[in-house]
């Protein structure tokens, strides 16, 4: 119920499209729905951690093992010897016989834990008192971690800043959402994320400064210390911040070591990064005045697709335009923008050039018509 809630959570704010959550199979081996098993799966997955049929799954084991440690409550179910001898029969998980007084154990010590921990009068007051300051302090903490996504300045995502090599232009940065976090009442910010991006798979490379150790320490210092710089207005002179940054995932979070697909899709907010990305800034360039050069420029525009999208049906009208604009002979730069690195054999093997743009902030399609015209060298005068 809890994984249905979320995924109802997270379409009706728009915070993932449709076809980012995973295949009907994974859900149901999460929930134990062994009837929507297919032909080509076995049925003893869907009991492995949630066994409708008799309880017994490595939540249930974990649960104990977990809590009468916590609690210090010594266990008598030794788990590990219970999976051990464990065997798949006809599909279905089935225990050894020696082992009925462990099965056995396993009830009596989850029935005492819920009658004499998990609903002591002492143990619900805590988790009631929880839930109400957190249902009261959601208003005041949002995960910002290139500017306020609602109502406030988008900024280009934290790879594009660590990009920069710049400390004083991201304390600038900062200095602003810290402002504008302020200023809508926001008490605290999740950010900045200082996992390593090591595996460019991952689905939350822009979300991290980047492989680097000491540009991520550097950068994710200058953000950190100048959103906490200054107090906070009307608070009393004990408050030591203005807003609270919460430095973030550092467990290994951004390198996962696996053999597959770590996770599709690019892990910045919806709306943030579709602020971002506009096709007019080319257009917004040849009117102004550093483009009046370029006035007989003429922009062809083909999508290719959306920013959060597994669609792959514009993918061969905007080729096709690259193969035309290279096919005229004219030198051709292609600009890739994503949250992590993008592979086109065709584009690697015939343009002259090609430029990644993470996603940028609100100035990003001004800001790559700026670059490809010449009007401002990236890597400085």
Same mark, same amino acid.
């Given at each position: ?64 093992? %977990? ?74 903490? %949002? ?23 710049? @400390? ?35 689905? @939350? ?55 597959? @697909? ?11 990064? *579709? ?74 093997? *015939? ?25 401002? *060298?990236?890597?400085?005068?």
């Amino acid at each position: 119920m809890m994984l249905e809630d979320l995924i109802r959570f997270l379409k009706e704010h728009s915070l993932v499209p449709d076809n980012h959550f995973p295949k009907k199979s994974i859900r149901s081996i999460l929930d134990g729905e062994v009837s929507h098993c297919e032909n080509d799966e076995k049925p003893s997955l869907f009991y492995i951690v949630a066994n409708k049929r008799d309880g017994l799954d490595v939540v249930k084991f974990d649960h104990i093992a %977990r809590d009468t440690y916590m609690m210090g409550i010594p266990s008598t179910v030794p788990s590990w010897r219970i999976i051990q001898s464990a065997r798949v029969i006809d599909g279905e998980i089935c225990f050894n016989i020696k082992d009925v007084n462990l099965l056995l154990n396993i009830g009596a010590s989850r029935f005492g834990l819920h009658k004499e921990q998990y609903n002591h009068k002492t143990a619900k007051a805590i988790e009631y008192m929880i839930v109400d300051a957190l249902k009261l302090a959601e208003p005041f903490n %949002r995960k910002e971690l290139h500017g306020i996504t609602d109502n406030g300045t988008t900024f280009p995502s934290p790879i594009d800043l660590s990009a920069s090599f710049n @400390r004083d232009l991201v304390t600038q940065v900062a200095t602003v959402i810290g402002n504008e976090a302020e200023a809508l009442g926001l008490s605290q910010v999740f950010a900045p994320v200082l996992d390593l991006s090591r595996e460019l798979r991952w689905g @939350r490379v822009e979300e991290n400064y980047g492989e680097d150790p000491f540009l991520t320490g550097e950068i994710g210092s200058a953000y950190m210390s100048s959103l906490q710089t200054e107090r906070r207005q009307n608070t009393s002179s004990t408050a030591i911040a203005r807003v609270a940054a919460t430095c973030k995932q550092f467990p290994a979070f951004g390198s996962p070591q696996v053999d597959y @697909r770590v996770a599709f899709g690019d892990h910045v907010f919806f709306n943030a990064s *579709n602020k971002g990305i506009t096709p007019h800034g080319v257009h917004q360039f040849l009117v102004s005045s550093e483009g009046a050069a370029f006035s007989h420029v003429k922009a062809n525009f083909a999508q290719g697709c959306e920013l959060w999208s597994n669609d792959q049906s514009g993918f061969d009208e905007a080729l096709d335009l690259v193969k035309a604009v290279q096919g005229a002979g004219k030198p051709t730069v292609v600009v890739f923008v994503s949250g992590k690195p993008v592979a086109e054999p065709w584009i690697q093997d *015939n343009v002259d050039a090609v430029v990644q743009q993470f996603y940028p902030g609100e100035l990003g399609g001004l800001a790559i018509a700026e670059v490809l015209f010449g009007a401002v *060298n990236p890597s400085g005068t």
